[in-house]
């Protein structure tokens, strides 16, 4: 088990298994699917979508985390249509009225967290 | 395996105990399922008990009631210790390695955080984790804000409501206001509830389970000595289990992880879930107002998406075609983590029986049949969820 790092080029790091084709996010070392080890890495974003959305007015249980700050689960597609469901924190200013279902998002690359940041409507 | 019944059940009253240690809160939920169980406490051969945070706590019960020298195993799964502890106890028997066998349930909460009540890990390994991107990131999410995902996009799917929401509280409150032993016996109006502190949207505080000191015990026992101890045996016809992680249930967000575990349980029981109605009730895990919404879809009890009017047609009242979470579940007992799975099966044990312990709640003797207690947790980023089904002839 090794730590890889989260981002690659602005896209997130994930791994596709050469024997059944899963991609998972995060990329590990064993096909879930499967059990292959036989993983190739597999690059994920910048766009994407988002699949809901909530707002945090609690502190976090761990981290520094201030709120209120909303986060989110966001789709990416891979080039054969599956469907990658990453969560990430969502950049936006109170009252969030950016942040909407199935709106588009592009990646935010950072050293910690995954973070997400609205399209323009 | 043997089949095996519960014969006895005691619980302590759910609510805050700050003054209590664990073995004063555990103690008189173990003697009353010894009373209860009509047993000579030398019998009990084992016991399991699930905590999260209890170390130690069994071996200081077991001392002060007298039982020194059995088997006694701590079972640690979030939120579903209690409804393991319960399976172990069911292994034990089944497997014929003992005849009667104790399991508890414990938890005092109210004056810890939720990262000390982790048993250390948190702590032990804060620093490590906030290096990890991916755990970092999973950490902004809290307890609430998974449901609060789930909640966003079943509304956006089903054009579920706030109000839907609510009602799940509303009906919890009115079912725990005839439970003395629930945390908050205070009924709530849908205006009440939607006007309560914002935690994650759409979930208000009172769509979120409290944190809570409490504590049950249940006396499991083989067929043959059950049928000795008592006419009113309730015979255990399934324990299920299965477990899942959090990036991979990100996939299917209006549902939650129980949906395999839900169609192991029924068959184990041979049963289909339609079998409940007009005949069967239910414990389930309504540790936010959505998920008791998504487990009555998830297990097959209306279509997804439903949910919501299932609720509002009324069907899982009390006096309804298939009522769930008679004594007020998660929302209103409380939810002292390792107590609640053990006293969701003393709730379906007082149900079955129509024991005076449950009077002013007492489900209508045609839906006492069949029942399932349902747990379900996160121990950190995992899910785990337990089943048992439940029935009053073998
Ligand atoms: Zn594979």
Same mark, same amino acid.
């Given at each position: 088990m ?5 981002f690659?080029?602005?896209k997130?790091?994930?791994?596709k ?13 064993y096909c879930n699917y499967c059990?292959?080890?036989n993983i190739?890495e597999?690059l ?6 988002l699949e ?6 609690m502190k976090?249980?761990?981290g520094?985390?201030k709120p ?9 597609l891979?080039?054969?249509?599956q469907?990658?469901?990453v ?7 109170e ?7 199935d709106k588009?998002?592009?990646l935010i ?5 995954i973070?997400f940041?609205m399209?323009a409507? | 395996?043997r089949n ?7 619980v302590?009253p759910?609510?805050?105990?700050s003054?209590l240690l664990?073995q ?5 939920a173990?003697?009353?399922a010894i ?6 406490r030398k019998?009990i051969q084992?016991?399991?008990?699930g905590?999260?945070?209890g ?5 200081d019960i ?6 020194i020298?059995?088997?006694i ?6 939120c579903?210790?209690?409804?393991n502890?319960?399976?172990q106890?069911?292994?034990e028997i089944a497997s014929?390695? @003992?005849?009667?066998?104790?399991a508890?349930g414990?938890e005092?909460?109210k004056?810890s ?15 490590a984790m906030?290096?990890?991107?991916i755990? @970092? ?13 789930a ?7 089903f054009n579920?409501?706030?109000?839907d ?16 032993k629930?945390e908050?016996?205070n009924?709530m ?5 939607l006007?309560d ?6 979930l208000?505080r009172?769509?979120c389970?409290?944190?809570?000191d ?6 499991l026992?083989s067929?043959?000595?059950?049928k ?8 255990i ?5 299965t ?5 991979e249930q990100?996939?299917n ?6 949906i395999?575990?839900a169609?192991?349980?029924? @068959?184990m ?8 109605f ?10 936010f107002s ?6 009555y ?11 919501p009017?299932?609720?509002n047609d009324g069907?899982?009242e009390?006096?309804?075609?298939l009522?769930?979470n008679?004594?007020g ?11 609640t799975?053990?006293?969701q ?10 024991d ?5 709640r007492q489900?209508?003797d045609?839906n006492?049949?069949l029942?399932?207690?349902?747990t379900m947790?996160s121990p950190i ?8 089904i439940f029935?009053r002839?073998?």
């Amino acid at each position: 088990m090794k730590r890889e790092p989260l981002f690659i080029d602005g896209k997130l790091n994930a791994g596709k298994c050469n024997d059944c084709g899963v991609v998972r996010f995060p990329r590990r070392d064993y096909c879930n699917y499967c059990q292959s080890t036989n993983i190739s890495e597999y690059l994920l974003g910048p766009q994407g979508k988002l699949e809901t959305f909530t707002i945090s007015y609690m502190k976090p249980m761990i981290g520094r985390m201030k709120p209120p700050y909303p986060y989110g689960v966001a789709i990416f597609l891979t080039d054969d249509g599956q469907k990658i469901h990453v969560i990430g924190l969502i950049d936006s200013q109170e009252p969030f009225e950016d942040v909407k279902i199935d709106k588009g998002l592009i990646l935010i690359e950072d050293k910690l967290l995954i973070k997400f940041k609205m399209e323009a409507d | 395996m043997r089949n095996v019944a519960v014969v006895g059940v005691g619980v302590f009253p759910f609510g805050r105990h700050s003054d209590l240690l664990y073995q004063e809160i555990g103690v008189p939920a173990v003697n009353d399922a010894i009373e209860d169980a009509g047993i000579d406490r030398k019998q009990i051969q084992s016991c399991y008990a699930g905590t999260v945070s209890g170390m130690g706590t069994a071996h200081d019960i077991i001392n002060e009631c007298g039982m020194i020298g059995i088997p006694i195993i701590r079972v640690e799964n979030a939120c579903v210790s209690g409804t393991n502890a319960f399976r172990q106890a069911w292994m034990e028997i089944a497997s014929g390695l @003992s005849d009667i066998s104790l399991a508890i349930g414990i938890e005092k909460m109210k004056d810890s955080s939720m990262a000390a009540q982790g048993g250390g890990r948190i702590q032990l390994e804060m620093k490590a984790m906030m290096k990890l991107p991916i755990v @970092s990131t999973f950490s902004i999410m809290g307890l609430p804000g998974y449901f609060a995902l789930a909640a966003h996009r079943h509304m956006n799917d089903f054009n579920t409501t706030k109000e839907d929401l609510a009602n799940v509280t509303v009906k919890s409150r009115r079912n725990a206001s005839r439970n003395p032993k629930a945390e908050f016996q205070n009924p709530m109006t849908v205006e009440e509830v939607l006007n309560d502190k914002m935690i994650n949207p759409p979930l208000t505080r009172s769509q979120c389970c409290p944190k809570t000191d409490g504590a049950a015990a249940a006396i499991l026992m083989s067929e043959e000595l059950a049928k000795k101890y008592t006419d009113t045996p309730v015979w255990i016809k399934a324990s299920s289990m299965t477990s899942s992680y959090v990036e991979e249930q990100f996939k299917n967000l209006i549902s939650l992880p129980n949906i395999e575990n839900a169609k192991k349980a029924f @068959s184990m029981a041979k049963l289909d879930p339609k079998d409940f109605f007009n005949n069967g009730f239910a414990e389930v895990h309504d540790c936010f107002s959505i998920s008791e919404l998504l487990h009555y879809e998830d297990f097959g009890w209306c279509k997804k998406g439903e949910g919501p009017k299932m609720l509002n047609d009324g069907i899982p009242e009390i006096d309804g075609d298939l009522p769930i979470n008679p004594s007020g579940g998660l929302l209103s007992c409380g939810h002292p983590l390792g107590a609640t799975g053990i006293r969701q099966v003393a709730e379906v044990v007082y149900q079955m029986r129509k024991d005076k312990e449950v009077a002013k709640r007492q489900i209508p003797d045609k839906n006492l049949n069949l029942a399932l207690a349902h747990t379900m947790g996160s121990p950190i980023m995992g899910f785990t969820s337990g089943i048992h089904i439940f029935s009053r002839d073998l």
